[in-house]
C-alpha cells in the first residue's frame, strides 16, 4: 500500500513537473522521461526488469516442436516437476551452489524466483531428448509467459534466468543448440558482477595470472577460464591449446582427436587459436598440470577475432 502511494505520489510530481514545463515552452527530452520510469519503475517494484527478447517461433532454440506443460511444483535441485508426473530440467543452465561467498541466499533467491514464475502455470516445453536421463529428467528448454497479461510474450526461462545472474551457462551436450543465445544472455550479468557472479569463486580465472594455477586446483565443480592461447599441441591421441610456456604449472586445454571433427564441424580450428583469447568451462584436471578436456564447441568461446 505505502509503495502505491508513493508511486502515485511520484508519478503526480513528474506530470506536474511537465505540465509547468510546456507552460514555459520547454519540454523534458523522451530519453529523461524514460529514465525517469525507470527509476520510479523500479523503486516500485524493488527490482530491475532486464529487456529479453520473445521467444523465436523457429531455429535450434525456439517454441518450435515446444508442447504444452503445466508445472506442479519447483523441487529443491530445480527440476520442474510437472503435473502430469514428468520431471524437466532446464538444459544448459548451473544454479547458485548452497553457499556462495560472494552472494549468500543466492541460491534461495533463484529458487524462488523459479517457483513464483511458473509454479501452478502453463508453459511450453521443448525437450531435447525422446526419453529421460538416468536421473530421471526430462532435458528441456522452457518457454513461458513474462508478464501477467493475456498477450504477454513468450520468453526463453533459462534465457531469463541467466540474464538476472540467478544461473551460470552449463555447457550441457544437450543444451548446445541454445550456447549462443544462452551466452549472449548470460553476459551482462557475467560483465557487470551481477547475482551468481558476484561469488569470486564463479567469476572465470585468468590463466595468464601468477596465481591461476592455484586458483584452478581450489576451485570445484565446473570452472570457467580466460586467456590467450599460446601455442599448440600434439600428440597420438589429443591435441593441446596451451595457455602458457611451463608445462607442468600452466593451463592447458585438452580435445581428443576423436571429438576433432566436432569442433571443426563448427568452424573452430584449434591450429589457428594461437594467439587468440578464448574462455572456456569444464572440470579441472590435475595430473599433469591444470588441464581442462572439452568435447563440443558449446565448451569454448573465442573471444577476438583472427588478426588479419
Given at each position: 500500500m505505502k509503495?502505491?502511494?508513493?508511486?502515485?505520489?511520484?508519478?503526480?510530481d513528474l506530470g506536474e513537473a511537465m505540465w509547468r514545463m510546456g507552460r514555459r515552452g520547454s519540454h523534458l527530452p523522451v530519453r529523461d522521461v524514460f529514465d525517469v520510469a525507470a527509476v520510479v519503475c523500479a523503486l516500485f517494484w524493488g527490482s530491475t526488469v532486464y529487456a529479453l527478447n520473445p521467444a523465436p517461433e523457429t531455429g535450434v532454440c525456439s517454441l518450435e516442436s515446444a508442447t504444452p506443460a503445466t508445472v506442479a511444483a519447483i523441487d529443491k535441485d530445480f527440476d520442474l516437476l510437472l503435473?502430469?508426473?514428468?520431471?524437466?530440467?532446464?538444459?544448459?543452465?548451473?544454479?547458485?551452489?548452497p553457499v556462495a561467498q560472494g552472494a549468500p541466499g543466492l541460491r534461495a533467491q533463484a529458487r524462488k524466483r523459479?517457483?513464483?514464475w511458473l509454479a501452478g502455470r502453463d508453459v511450453f516445453l521443448g525437450a531435447f531428448a525422446a526419453s529421460p536421463d538416468r536421473w530421471g529428467h526430462v532435458p528441456a528448454r522452457v518457454f513461458a509467459p513474462r508478464g501477467e497479461t493475456p498477450d504477454a510474450p513468450l520468453v526463453s526461462v533459462g534465457e531469463a534466468l541467466l540474464e538476472e545472474g540467478l544461473a551460470r551457462f552449463r555447457p550441457d551436450r544437450a543444451a548446445a543448440p541454445c550456447a549462443a543465445a544462452y551466452l549472449a544472455a548470460e553476459a551482462p550479468a557475467r560483465e557487470e558482477g551481477r547475482g551468481i557472479w558476484a561469488d569470486p569463486a564463479a567469476r572465470a580465472v585468468n590463466a595468464g595470472s601468477k596465481e591461476a594455477a592455484r586458483a584452478l586446483l581450489q576451485r570445484k565443480g565446473i570452472i570457467v577460464v580466460e586467456g590467450r592461447i599460446a601455442s599448440f599441441g600434439e600428440t597420438r591421441g589429443a591435441i593441446?591449446?596451451?595457455?602458457?610456456?611451463?608445462?607442468?604449472?600452466d593451463f592447458a586445454i585438452v580435445i581428443l582427436r576423436r571429438n576433432l571433427a566436432i569442433f571443426q564441424a563448427s568452424g573452430i580450428e584449434p591450429r589457428k587459436l594461437i594467439g587468440r583469447r578464448a574462455r572456456v568451462r569444464g572440470l579441472i584436471e590435475t595430473g599433469l598440470g591444470p588441464r581442462m578436456e572439452i568435447s563440443a564447441p558449446a565448451d569454448i568461446e573465442i573471444l577476438e577475432d583472427a588478426k588479419p
Open positions: 509503495k502505491r502511494i508513493f508511486l502515485k505520489n511520484v508519478l503526480a503435473d502430469d508426473g514428468r520431471r524437466a530440467a532446464i538444459s544448459g543452465l548451473e544454479f547458485p551452489p523459479l517457483s513464483d593441446y591449446l596451451n595457455f602458457g610456456q611451463k608445462r607442468a604449472e
